[in-house]
């Protein structure tokens, strides 16, 4: 499986202006994602996530219909013609596998609503017809106190085959290429594992990405068999660190998540690396400093994992969310800014899928100081040096391993650092080693 990926989120019904609750009105909007595919491919966009896409009662995670895409934006025509035109600039497509809950309005769950007892689907839910008193006139299990979520039952065997039975669909009908696994943290593991050993036997390239908050990765990697995890522990070190001065901060969990120890927890596996997304704050509005946004990208291509971009920040978009509305994460864009900022992701895009180092390399501390970091990625195709500086002044740094030459992969210059390495101030390096 090729994980030399760069990855470009899309919240489809903010994206494309739709009406927050589902009117029912067919509106073909999806296909304004046509007007961004030529931005996407100078990008270097290998692979775009749609978080979700399929009919749901008001967010696209209180899902309707697994095999239909919301009326809101559009048919399955639409949608088909979005893989077509993105695989044909060689870019493929990854959606939001929404299992663990499903909406209110659900035909399974209006059945039960209706039928109670004698409802064929009461297994499919975590149904308490003892409790008689509520709305329903019994309660169900539900995502984190959210009633308009309701919990699946994913050990009932008609459950499973309904989901793998829809995925297939995807697969055939829209030639996707990735799943990313909504709460997966949530999910039964059993169903997890039986749906990557499904997938992964027919299909072998399809990425599975496991949504994880917090806690051990690996029970996510070992336990589901997935291919790659949110790395939401890096996302919040990346601008914590950046605003504190401090990149001890980062530099410990890269080091506790990749190093060479025996005791590092994800040493050889690829997190998906990301700065925000439709959850949280953008990048652009929780750093301190705006210099420090390219910067921060250079990290995220630097360090191991699948870099992801959040659509509109790659130009500096702004976005914080409150407590009632994430609305201002997910804002219709008519159409794509190119500036300085897309620019730099742009090189780094071309770079990192040019430079197999970076995706597949160890892991390595050389140079660690609050305001700059150094590390190299390893692999048998040589060494690329890492380093970064973040302070108003230049520093010297000294690696801790015998390179003293190599070639700047950004613009080609040889470099020799015999008396130690410069770097000029709010600036990094991208080195591949050739002494």
Not at 81 to 106: E, P, Q, Y
Not at 279 to 292: G, K, M, N, T, Y
Request: aromatic share 12%.
């Amino acid at each position: 499986m090729d994980v030399n990926q760069t990855i470009y989120q899309i919240y489809p019904l903010g994206f494309c202006g739709a009406p927050k609750e589902n009117d029912g009105i067919l509106s073909h909007r999806i296909l304004h994602v046509l007007d961004w595919v030529d931005h996407l491919s100078r990008l270097g966009i290998t692979r775009v996530m749609f978080n979700p896409v399929f009919e749901s009662d008001r967010h696209g995670y209180d899902t309707r219909d697994f095999t239909k895409i919301d009326c809101r934006l559009g048919t399955n025509e639409d949608f088909a013609t979005i893989c077509h035109s993105l695989h044909d600039h060689g870019i493929g497509v990854i959606l939001d596998g929404v299992f663990n809950h499903v909406g209110r309005g659900f035909p399974m769950f209006q059945d039960v609503r209706e039928r109670k007892w004698d409802s064929p689907y009461k297994d499919w839910f975590y149904i308490n017809f003892n409790d008689t008193w509520a709305e329903d006139g019994f309660t169900y299990g539900n995502w984190e106190g959210h009633n308009e979520l309701v919990k699946l039952n994913l050990q009932n065997p008609e459950v499973k085959a309904y989901l793998f039975q829809a995925v297939e669909q995807w697969i055939s009908e829209f030639q996707i290429d990735g799943i990313r696994l909504d709460v997966a943290y949530c999910l039964d593991r059993n169903f997890m594992r039986e749906l990557s050993d499904s997938l992964h036997s027919r299909h072998p390239d399809l990425l599975l990405i496991g949504e994880m908050i917090g806690g051990d990765y690996n029970v996510l990697f070992n336990e589901g068999h997935l291919d790659s995890v949110t790395n939401y522990e890096c996302r919040k070190g990346l601008f914590s660190s950046m605003n504190s001065k401090n990149l001890f901060e980062i530099g410990y969990s890269l080091n506790r998540q990749f190093g060479p120890d025996p005791w590092c927890l994800y040493t050889g596996k690829h997190l998906l690396s990301f700065a925000d997304n439709h959850d949280v704050d953008r990048l652009a509005s929780v750093l301190s400093d705006e210099r420090d946004l390219p910067l921060t990208y250079d990290l995220i291509y630097a360090m191991p994992g699948i870099p992801c971009i959040y659509y509109g920040s790659e130009w500096g978009e702004r976005g914080t969310r409150t407590r009632e509305s994430d609305d201002a994460l997910r804002p219709y864009i008519e159409t794509p800014i190119e500036n300085e900022l897309s620019e730099h992701i742009k090189a780094l895009n071309h770079l990192r899928r040019d430079c197999p180092i970076l995706t597949y390399g160890d892991y390595r501390q050389v140079a660690t100081g609050n305001e700059f970091w150094a590390f190299t990625r390893s692999s048998m195709d040589g060494t690329v040096l890492f380093a970064i500086n973040i302070s108003e002044e230049e520093k010297t740094i000294f690696p801790s391993v015998p390179i003293t030459a190599g070639v700047n992969l950004v613009n080609g210059e040889s470099l020799r650092f015999d008396h130690g390495l410069r770097l000029a101030p709010k600036s990094s390096l991208f080195l591949l080693q050739t002494e």
